[in-house]
């Protein structure tokens, strides 16, 4: 159900379309392309206006809609695979650069499997896999809908979350209702997985991951005490007459205060520990005033949380104009963003002194993977030649 009707679909294909009975309200798209080599279902108009997207590997059938969502299916019948689907949710049409990640490095991992790798065998039958996401708009009340509407498509046999912790909580329930397996790489959220047999997810959970950091930044304080042997004049150390570990004061800006993660903090920063709530329309004069009181209360460990780029680009303007020097200034999760990466290409230097915490790296460990027989490396230069872009932790864990 396209707007401006079939006229508006591009001349390759013909496009009929016809209704699904197993999901209400949802129209299909069936598209024969030109040279007949493109028959199955490309694209799912949902009644509340969102799109679905279907990927299975061979040649391909493109259509782009009014909308500018561009959907891609693939036959397998040339490939004599029987066909496992795989679906849930996603962010198509807010262009999310995370869940673009994640949908990628699954085509990838389609394209891979049932071409080069000629599917899987369970004793005398082969499959192959094919995707199928439901755009869940980046919403907390619409990632319900999405998935409930992919995990009943037909022929599903798997669920795939899509991109955030904060979605894929709703993901994890609507599993559960479901008992239908879901994998997750795109979430490290702790309670998602706990008390759910059908989620299981490939990151490292969040508290994890803040004790690494965390505990590195304490370590790394505490060897810069030890290299000021005590025969050195209190002034010229790099912390002050205190020393580094025994000033450590942690702050955190961002759009919420995560009290959950009050204790992993307490144990490497001790107290008191203070918050700051912003958002995105909170003026450069209002951060500016925020980062002035907690530099009255000797913050030294800042992190910054749920920010956008041009807000931690103002935020380290502003701590260079106030010389507000801290031991560490962190930003989780967001080093290894394109949007980041972009920033630091336009020549924001200041981002150098923001620290995150890598969860894989294309360079880290170069060990064959067993059932991929690819190494890290390896992917990143077939995922860049693929995409043109390099991938981050979530491309990696998706595949995997």
């Known amino acids: 159900r396209a707007s401006g009707g079939l006229s508006a679909l591009p001349t390759m294909c013909l496009c009929h379309l016809q209704t699904l009975a197993s999901v209400a309200g949802v129209a299909l798209l069936l598209c024969v392309g030109a040279k007949g080599n493109c028959t199955n279902v490309v694209v799912n108009e949902l009644d509340n206006g969102s799109y679905a997207e279907s990927y299975v590997p061979a040649d391909a059938c493109e259509v782009t809609l009014p909308g500018g969502t561009w959907i891609s299916h693939h036959q397998y019948e040339d490939l004599g695979l029987e066909t496992i689907t795989v679906a849930g949710p996603s962010s198509l049409s807010k262009h999310k650069n995370g869940a673009r990640e994640l949908r990628q490095a699954s085509k ?4 891979w499997l049932n071409v080069k790798r000629g599917g899987l065998s369970v004793g005398s039958r082969r499959f192959g896999m094919n995707l199928a996401w439901v755009d869940d708009a980046k919403h907390k009340v619409q990632v319900s809908n999405a998935t409930a509407r992919a995990l009943r498509l037909d022929n599903v046999r798997f669920g795939v979350a899509g991109y955030g912790s904060s979605l894929t909580e709703y ?3 609507q599993a559960k209702a479901d008992q239908i397996i879901t994998i997750s790489a795109g979430a490290s959220g702790d309670d998602i997985y706990m008390d759910n047999p059908y989620m299981f997810g490939f990151l490292p959970g969040v508290t994890r991951k803040k004790r690494d950091l965390y505990s590195s930044i304490r370590d790394m304080s505490a060897k810069v005490d030890v290299a000021w042997d005590s025969s050195s004049s209190p002034d ?4 002050g007459r205190m020393g580094c570990n025994s000033t450590l004061h942690f702050a955190e800006i961002g759009k919420s205060c995560r009290e959950h993660l009050h204790e992993v903090r307490k144990e490497f920063f001790g107290e008191p520990e203070d918050c700051e709530k912003v958002s995105k329309h909170t003026s450069e004069l209002e951060l500016q005033s925020t980062l002035s009181r907690l530099q009255a209360k000797n913050v030294t460990i800042l ?5 956008g780029v041009e807000q931690m680009r103002t935020i380290t303007k502003i701590m260079e104009k106030l010389h507000f020097d801290v031991y560490a200034l962190i930003c989780a999760g967001r080093v290894f963003k394109s949007d980041f990466k972009e920033a630091v290409e336009a ?3 200041q981002s150098s002194y923001i620290l995150d915490s890598a969860s894989w790296l294309p360079s880290k460990t170069q060990h064959r993977g067993g059932f991929s027989n690819m190494t890290s490396k390896e992917f ?3 995922y860049k030649s693929t995409w043109g872009e390099k991938p981050t932790y979530l491309a990696a864990a ?3």
């Open 108 to 111: 990838l991992f389609v394209d």
């Open 171 to 173: 993901t994890a329930l």
């Open 236 to 239: 010229d150390r790099p912390c």
């Open 303 to 307: 992190e910054l949380y749920g920010l």
């Open 398 to 400: 998706q595949f995997a």
């Open 380 to 382: 990143a230069d077939q």
């Open 347 to 349: 020549g924001w230097w």
